[in-house]
């Protein structure tokens, strides 16, 4: 599965987020419940992986892209193991497949996507945030997990230069597009990317 400039890109939880592009061409997204609430992690691991699995042989991406899991002070071990695992589950799909994974922050994608990785509000004010930056593009995201997933889209396509990327020239997508389907991302500066090593 070389050679399509395809990325895709995961927001993983319960209800995961995805986005993927071709290029320039505009953005197909979505969300989906993995499983339901309280599943036993194993299971949820697994659901994740066929379902991941599903997802790439239909899209047939050169790139995945995955959020990592953001763990916070406060964050219980079942969750930080649910959210790790479910996530490992989506690379180890992709690469079942020959395909080339990353890992982004999560504050690095939003402070590229939004200009700020902080919010006095916290979570509820970057999602808000995030959704509006998403329609300020013309995308038109159900829920936040569509639109962390159009976020991470926007970041990796820039940062690995896949499209009409001009670095220094500004936005990869030049054409304004229909409301829904359409990406204006931005440039990213040099020394601006953070991701894990590829695998």
Known sequence: MTGTGTI???????????????GSARPLYGSHRIVPAGTPIPDACLATLRWAGTMIDQHRPETVVIEEPMVISRTGADIVIRLTGM????????????VVVHFYQTATVTKAFVGQARFHGGSKEKKSRVMQQCRLYGWNPL??????ALALLHYAQSVLGRGAVE?????LFHDALPAGRGPAPSAYPAGTVQEREPF
């Open 87 to 98: 996530a490992v589950a989506v690379a180890m799909a992709a690469r079942e497949r020959g």
């Open 167 to 171: 670095r220094a020239a500004g936005p």
């Open 8 to 22: 895709l890109s995961f927001d993983v939880a319960t209800v995961a987020g995805w986005a993927t592009a071709a």
């Open 143 to 148: 829920n936040d997990n569509e639109g962390d």
